[in-house]
């Protein structure tokens, strides 16, 4: 499955834990807290050292963010700095708890103590299972609830394709009319009958995104809390099937259906000035190998919809003659810059021939074409969430 990128722009949340830094101290009870890639200037109500080392329990009040100091300063020896926060929270330290704080504190991602006692708990459930403790992460990093049935949805997603586990349905024999309209639907977006590449694949691409769109039912939730008319769709099929069958074709539904929930729970995610979207598609219908990926992170506009002129759009696929390819398109202004990773040779020079026609297909929707870069996949842009210096508290004070 490819990466899914980070969101943007994070602020802290109430009761969040993080380890921060003095960087300096100034008159009238002042300083320079360093916090990740972060500086602030706070008002102190608790002596701290220069130079020293803390854990910070966030809160705000008013406009105003408190730091608090949890226990003493850090002695720069890991294990018995997370010992003493995890007695400091009255919680019992153990190996994989420690290591879990570890990752989280190491790639600078704060965390909330309810966050932490249910990541625990699913970690001693799931602790055979070296994937549970980088979703779990990745769970805290989103701000996806910390469940037992989002966390097997990720590890489906994880482990899984869409294109698998449709073909496996579709191979199923027809039993009753419940699977006969399923299969109808995944034939829609999957199947062996693999449409050929026709003249104008721009069109056949839209075709199957908005057919994945129109079947899959990744809105059932939101029309049934809204109380609109539902239609048939594979989600709403696949629950059908699932309460009145068992056996291994239900047990293929079940992960069929927990990898849609993975899909809809990754695909938006949103702060106050950004819209971070995200899908997988199955691939087979327009010649791909794999199912593929598709992110947007936009600024939002006033009225909170996505930017188009400011954007970034990402394009992660697994071609038949050129393998694991990512295309990065940045926006800004309506002016295109694209970065194409991938490892084979020349791929500049192959590629040259197609250049006016992409910059005259973006021009005639009023894009300009200002560069294409080439890179191996190896220098694939790393992004960490609270990597950059994103925080913004502005107008506010700082108290610890």
Not at 371 to 374: A, K, L, P, Q
Not at 388 to 396: I, L, R
């Given at each position: 499955m490819a990466k899914i990128m980070p969101p943007s722009n994070?602020?802290?949340r109430n009761d969040q834990i993080v380890k921060g830094q003095v960087k300096k101290l100034y008159?009238?009870?002042k300083a320079l807290i360093q916090l990740n890639s972060q500086s602030i200037t706070a008002r102190l109500e608790t002596p701290l050292v220069v130079g020293g080392k803390y854990h910070f329990q966030v809160h705000i009040s008013n406009h105003t963010l408190y730091l608090k100091v949890i226990g003493d300063k850090l002695k720069n020896q890991p294990k018995q700095d997370i010992s003493a926060l995890l007695q400091s929270l009255g919680i019992k330290a153990s190996r994989i708890n420690t290591t879990f704080i570890q990752l989280l504190m190491d790639e600078g991602i704060p965390f909330q103590k309810k966050e932490l006692l249910h990541a625990f708990h699913l970690l001693q459930e799931n602790k055979k299972n070296p994937q549970t403790m980088d979703v779990l992460k990745e769970m805290i990093v989103y701000r996806y609830p910390i469940?037992?049935?989002?966390l097997e949805s990720l590890l489906i997603n994880r482990n899984l394709s869409q294109t698998e586990l449709m073909n496996r349905l579709l191979r199923e024999p027809i039993q009753n009319n419940s699977i006969n309209e399923l299969q109808h639907l995944l034939a829609e977006v999957v199947g062996s009958d693999k449409v050929s590449v026709i003249a104008d694949p721009k069109n056949q691409f839209i075709q199957h995104v908005q057919k994945y769109f129109q079947f899959a039912g990744l809105d059932f939730e939101y029309r049934l809390f809204n109380q609109l008319n539902q239609r048939k769709t594979i989600k709403s099929l696949l629950l059908e099937y699932i309460v009145k069958k068992d056996g291994s074709t239900h047990e293929t539904a079940l992960k069929l259906l927990q990898y849609l929930n993975g899909v809809q729970l990754q695909s938006i995610n949103e702060t106050d000035n950004f819209i971070h979207f995200n899908i997988q598609i199955p691939g087979e219908k327009i010649g791909l190998t794999k199912d593929f990926t598709m992110q947007f992170k936009s600024r939002k506009r006033k009225n909170g919809e996505m930017n188009s002129d400011y954007c970034r759009?990402?394009?992660f696929l697994e071609l038949a003659h050129l393998k694991e390819t990512t295309i990065e398109m940045h926006i800004q202004q309506r002016a295109v810059s694209i970065t194409i990773y991938n490892n084979t040779d020349n791929l500049s020079i192959l590629a040259k021939r197609y250049q006016p026609l992409l910059k005259e297909?973006?021009?005639k929707l009023d894009y300009y074409l200002t560069?294409?870069?080439?890179k191996p996949i190896q220098q694939e842009r790393k992004t960490n969430p609270f990597s950059?210096?994103?925080?913004?508290?502005?107008?506010?004070d700082y108290r610890i």
């Open positions: 994070q602020a802290f008159p009238n009870n469940s037992k049935d989002i759009i990402y394009f297909g973006l021009e560069n294409i870069n080439y950059e210096k994103t925080f913004s508290y502005q107008g506010v």
